[in-house]
């Protein structure tokens, strides 16, 4: 554990925003991560943990208190629960898309689809991370956390995080506060072994992304590979010297809304049903039936809708900036939100503020932020 000179957060977060702060800590271990947080919140001080800093927006004002830098490393492989799978164990601060890297190139599915996709491995299961109908609640089998509450340490079963799209009990969401107020300190995947060779492309989002069709194989690394390309072209895989993606990525979430509520949207606009549509089962003793089958019950049904096409449709289309604004939407994908250099947080907090409020005239829903906000209200 290294105590060092506060660096200013535009340096260590993606939207390039955020003072420095009154304390900076790194932590290089397991041990030393969970040192130096026990040690916080021993003496009740504000504080936060940086991973990547690719989810997070920071205001303007120095942060009065200390942020924690994960920087642990490593991936331990262990068997899997059943014949071809194996586990990996990854320490949180891992690079996730070199964790995504490694697995591909083991011949190990069940990510590739989220090549690309900035930060660490500990934030991961936080928002419950995806892109192209793949999520890591496919394949978290449990992460190991340090309770605040307690002080102790913990391996939790992924079945009780509260994984659901883009959260997770462990998420800050915008306006409250985590449901468990705990830091991973590492995570357990189990990935199917395929090897290198071309396997079926599960998923119809995962293969319509690609332009394939239901019956193509390609291999591992043919996903990755096309997968990094069709981010590239949105500016959603992070480079210097690309202000499209000097972003939090999707600032948006893609909203989950009622079937009936859909029905109310133009129907050119994308949506994706949530989860797996089933009919109830009706059980009916033979001594009980008297010929009549009783109509079921309704049920609701819930649709995921695009929030990018939703912006581009209030009249919002890429490249939009309000005037004198450092601020824009991406030249490439509606839905980043982007620093064109030197913005200001509150220049993106504006630019975020009118989009929802666009949004809301036109078309009665309100967009809710992906990142975590510190310091900064919308």
């Not at 003072?19 to 040192?35: F, H, K, N, Y």
């Not at 991370?129 to 609640?137: D, K, N, T």
């Not at 997968?227 to 979430?253: E, I, N, Y």
Request: glycine share 10%.
């Amino acid at each position: 554990m290294a105590e060092i000179d506060p660096l200013p957060l535009s340096q260590l977060t993606t939207l390039r925003t955020g003072a420095a702060p009154e304390r900076m800590v790194d932590a290089t271990s397991r041990d030393e991560l969970i040192a130096v947080l026990l040690d916080l919140w021993s003496r009740g001080e504000p504080w936060f943990v940086l991973g990547g800093g690719s989810n997070l927006f920071v205001g303007d004002e120095p942060f009065e208190g200390t942020v924690v830098r994960v920087r642990t490393t490593g991936i331990e492989r262990l068997p899997g629960s059943r014949p071809g799978t194996a586990r990996l164990r990854v320490q949180a601060g891992h690079d996730w898309d070199a964790l995504v890297a490694a697995a591909v190139d083991a011949g190990l599915a069940g990510i590739e689809a989220m090549s690309g996709i900035p930060g660490t491995a500990g934030a991961a299961p936080v928002q419950n991370v995806g892109a192209y109908g793949q999520e890591i609640v496919q394949t978290l089998v449990e992460v190991e956390l340090l309770d605040e509450a307690t002080g102790e340490v913990s391996t939790v079963a992924a079945a009780d995080l509260g994984l659901g799209f883009r959260t997770s009990v462990l998420k800050q969401h915008y306006g409250s506060v985590p449901n468990r107020s705990a830091v991973v300190l590492s995570i357990t995947l189990e990935l199917a072994e395929v090897g290198p060779g071309e396997v079926p492309v599960a998923g119809d989002q995962l293969r319509s992304a690609l332009g394939l069709d239901p019956a193509a194989s390609v291999s591992l690394a043919w996903v990755r590979d096309h997968v990094l390309a069709t981010r590239r072209r949105k500016g959603m895989v992070l480079d210097d010297t690309d202000p499209d993606t000097w972003s939090a990525g999707s600032f948006f979430q893609n909203a989950i809304v009622s079937e009936s509520f859909a029905r109310t949207l133009p129907p050119e606009c994308p949506r994706w049903p949530v989860g797996a549509t089933l009919d109830p089962v009706l059980v009916i003793p033979l001594a009980a039936f008297d010929g009549v089958v009783p109509v079921p019950p309704a049920t609701s049904r819930q649709v995921k809708v695009s929030a990018a096409w939703l912006i581009e449709n209030a009249g919002l289309g890429k490249g939009f900036a309000l005037p004198h604004s450092r601020a824009g939407l991406s030249t490439k994908h509606t839905l980043a939100l982007t620093n064109r250099g030197g913005a200001s947080a509150n220049e993106i907090a504006q630019l975020a503020r009118f989009v929802q409020q666009r949004v809301q005239a036109e078309f009665g829903l309100l967009l809710q932020p992906e990142p975590v906000l510190i310091d900064v209200e919308l």
